[in-house]
């Protein structure tokens, strides 16, 4: 944490000096002093400081400066920090403005100067003002900061891509601080027309920098995650981040080949998402699917594996023992072999409305970052498979009801049997089967501040339909493979899984095995291009089996380099 600050005003340099003088020999240890010639000069600096979100525990200002008086200046500067001590300097008395400051700003003291010796006429008023705003107020976080508002879905998006990497920061809603809107409004791009008045989301860092509005390609960049490759070749590249391609990395990282594993979002698949795996083997009491994440991403890069984030593959191909990357930025990567574990997304609900409110209300997977903001709401979550119960359950502990909408009459088919036994046991969560939704409706439809309001659920037996209020609707109704810059590639089924081993007899004519020996258990029709996780056809869509996939991968590459 950054030392809290003592500033001092005032327009003669002799006395400014003097100032600083005796608040660095009396403070320094403890306070950073920092100085300004003038009301408009520290005003500059307190936006500064409120910026990098570092606290300033006393103003000393002079009363009778040009341009901007000293309660001119504390008027606007306790917008910013309102619980700092004020203190008022004037070489002779001046009551008139001693009452308007006390009146109009709580101004703390009034001293005169000279205050020689300060030992006497200044320390003891400063300790006590000092000791009194160390007790009281609390010290800001000093991480980074991101400021927007709850229904932006671009404010969705920054926070849900830092929760996923595991960069702690904090959540600033400008709709009920008032500093934090008064801080984005005083940025000079906050007034550009082509910002649209007031962005959404600013992300302010400590050491004073922000992004207005960022890409998740400037995000990472700023926070420091690797983005590009060190290296034009590899022995391994490994497309997709989720447990089948992280377990792969640790293998192929810890085996000795150099490999360099891409992601488009961040490490964890579908299942870093998971507000909790009861029945992953080796954790009794269950574990999240960031802490899966975490670990693994920490073993990954024990072992050397180069990590690229938020990067995108734009195509792949293969050029006789080689095989080529060209990712989104144009960066091309070449390899001896590759896994593909893109995993799956969630199915996209096709009703009107759901678009417009995605990121207002409207949320696919758990979108853990956004519970805490529905405390003691309706809550509202699609789909009847193990995502969606784990989510029901987390929610559950936020949500005054949340209300599980199932499109068949049951839940053994597809949901684990303990899921289906807590959910019956939690009493604020409610199932309604043979229903879904047909409409979501927004507050203000084609504005801005447009958020999810109302939700028509339709019966599918008696074919009847209701609205309901709901603050939030969570979507896990199937999942869809992550496939479509293989296509042209490797051999896909009708669904767009991809086809490995004995499967690709049921590959077209375009992607038939060509080699005389067979392929390998998870290898595709291209030879030294593997398939791992929820990907691949036939797979089973538990964490276990993609990450005993990707281990398995890793072992069949050490055999097909072998072979070449």
């Not at 969570?474 to 086809?499: C, K, Y």
Request: proline residues 5%.
């Amino acid at each position: 944490m950054a030392k809290a600050v003592l500033m001092t005003v005032d327009d003669e340099p002799q006395v400014l000096n003097a100032v600083e003088r005796d608040l660095r020999k009396q403070y320094g240890r403890d306070y950073r002093v920092i100085k300004a010639g003038s009301g408009a000069e520290a005003l500059e600096t307190v936006r500064q400081l409120k910026q990098r979100n570092t606290p300033i525990a006393l103003f000393l200002v002079d009363q009778r400066m040009p341009t901007m008086s000293g309660t001119d200046f504390l008027l606007e500067a306790i917008k910013y920090y309102p619980e700092a001590r004020k203190v008022l300097l004037s070489a002779y008395a001046d009551t008139e403005a001693a009452i308007t400051s006390i009146n109009t700003v709580g101004l703390d003291f009034y001293l005169m100067k000279p205050w020689d010796p300060p030992e006497q006429n200044l320390f003891p008023v400063l300790d006590d003002l000092l000791s009194d705003w160390s007790a009281t107020v609390d010290l800001p976080y000093d991480g980074i900061r991101v400021a927007g508002s709850l229904w932006s879905p671009s404010t969705h998006n920054v926070k849900d891509f830092l929760a996923r990497n595991q960069i702690p920061y904090q959540w600033v809603d400008i709709e009920v601080d008032d500093q934090a809107r008064l801080l984005i409004e005083s940025l000079p791009e906050s007034s550009s027309e082509e910002l649209g008045g007031l962005p959404m989301p600013v992300v302010f860092f400590p050491d004073g920098g922000y992004l207005i509005n960022p890409s998740l390609e400037e995000l990472a960049h700023k926070i420091g995650l690797q983005t590009k490759a060190t290296q034009p070749f590899y022995d391994l590249i490994i497309i997709g981040g989720g447990p089948a391609g992280l377990a792969a990395a640790v293998y192929g990282g810890s085996e000795g080949l150099r490999t360099v594993m891409i992601e488009r979002e961040a490490t964890g698949g579908q299942a870093g998402t998971s507000s909790r795996i009861e029945n992953y083997l080796g954790f009794p009491k269950g574990l999240s699917g960031a802490d899966l994440a975490r670990r693994a991403f920490s073993q990954t890069k024990r072992f050397g594996v180069e990590i690229l984030l938020p990067q995108e593959v734009k195509s792949i191909r293969t050029e006789g023992q080689y095989r080529y990357v060209t990712l989104k930025d144009g960066t091309e990567l070449s390899c001896h072999a590759m896994i593909i574990s893109t995993g799956v997304s969630v199915r996209r609900l096709d009703a009107p409305g759901v678009d417009a409110l995605t990121g207002a209300g409207v949320y696919y997977g758990a979108a853990l970052t956004e519970a805490a903001a529905y405390r003691g709401k309706e809550i509202y979550v699609v789909g009847g498979a193990n995502s969606a119960g784990q989510a029901a359950m987390f929610f559950s502990r936020y949500a005054s009801n949340v209300t599980m909408l199932v499109r068949s009459s049951n839940l053994t088919v597809s949901m684990s049997q303990y899921l289906i036994e807590q959910i019956a046991a939690t009493p604020n969560i409610k199932v309604l089967y043979n229903v879904e939704v047909i409409e979501a409706i927004g507050t203000n439809p084609g504005l801005p501040d447009n958020r999810l309001n109302e939700l028509v659920i339709s019966d599918l037996e008696s074919n009847t339909s209701w609205k309901v209020p709901a603050s939030a609707l969570f979507i896990f109704i199937g999942m869809v493979p992550r496939t479509e810059v293989f296509a042209g590639e490797v051999a896909l089924d009708s669904s767009g899984f991809v086809l490995t081993g004995a499967d690709l007899a049921k590959a077209g004519p375009a992607h038939r095995w060509t080699l005389k020996r067979d392929p390998y258990l998870l290898e595709t029709n291209q030879p030294g291009i593997f398939a791992a996780g929820d990907v691949r056809h036939g797979s089973v869509k538990r964490v276990a089996s993609a990450v005993g996939e990707g281990a398995i991968a890793v072992s069949l590459i050490h055999q097909y380099l072998k072979t070449v």
